[in-house]
Structure formats: C-alpha cells, structure tokens
C-alpha cells in the first residue's frame, strides 16, 4: 500500500498581483459599527483574497473590513491565516474583475 498520496488541488486558482499599497482594517464592532481602524500594507491580492502585513502585536479580528488607501469601497474580509506579521485573508465575495484592474492601475500610477 503506498501512503504518498495526492494532495487535492485547489478548485481554482487566482492570479496573484503584487500591490505594495496602504491600507485599513476596520473592525467591525457592535451592531456593525466600524470605529476602530488600523493601518496594514497589502502585498499582494488577488480576486479571491490578500496577504497583508500589520504589526505583530496587533490582535487581528477574525472578520473586518479592508480599505485600500485612494478607493473608496470597503471590502468584507475574513482571516485565514497568520504567521507574524503576515496575516493571509479570504475576501467574502469575489472582487470585481474591472474593480481589480482600477486597484492594480491606481496603484501603478502613483
């Protein structure tokens, strides 16, 4: 019998774009009030989700909002993984194709 299976795959997989760009966490907070944000820089996204990088002593919340600096749209967003500084997310819908593009122009042009 040999152990060494395969791993499943992914049902799909995302184009990753380096975006190196500021932004917020907004936490979400009683009865959907968004008072407390805190700044993140986001390495990388995809439609599917981000890695973002924040202070290592900062205690993420499992759901929050994330704000890219220069758009004015918050995204729904939910921790997957963490491993120090690096905090790995799932976005809670699927980013808009023409939404991403206008992210990843934005951030090319400044």
Same mark, same amino acid.
């Given at each position: 019998m040999h152990l060494d299976t395969e791993h499943p795959k992914p049902e799909r997989a995302y184009r990753e774009f380096n975006l190196d760009r500021p932004g917020n966490i907004i936490f979400v907070g009683h009865h959907l009030s968004t008072? +407390?944000? #805190?700044?993140c820089l986001i390495r990388t996204i995809t439609l599917?989700?981000?890695l973002l990088e924040v202070s290592p002593n900062l205690e993420m919340p499992s759901h929050f909002f994330l704000e890219? !600096?220069?758009? &004015?749209?918050e995204i729904g967003? +939910? #921790?997957?993984? $963490? *491993?120090? *500084?690096f905090v790995t997310v799932s976005f809670n819908m699927l980013l808009n194709p023409e939404f !991403? &593009?206008? #992210? !990843? $122009?934005l951030s090319f042009e400044t």
């Open positions: 008072g +407390t944000q #805190v700044r599917a989700g981000a890219i !600096l220069g758009i &004015h749209d967003a +939910t #921790v997957v993984k $963490r *491993e120090g *500084e !991403l &593009h206008h #992210v !990843l $122009r």
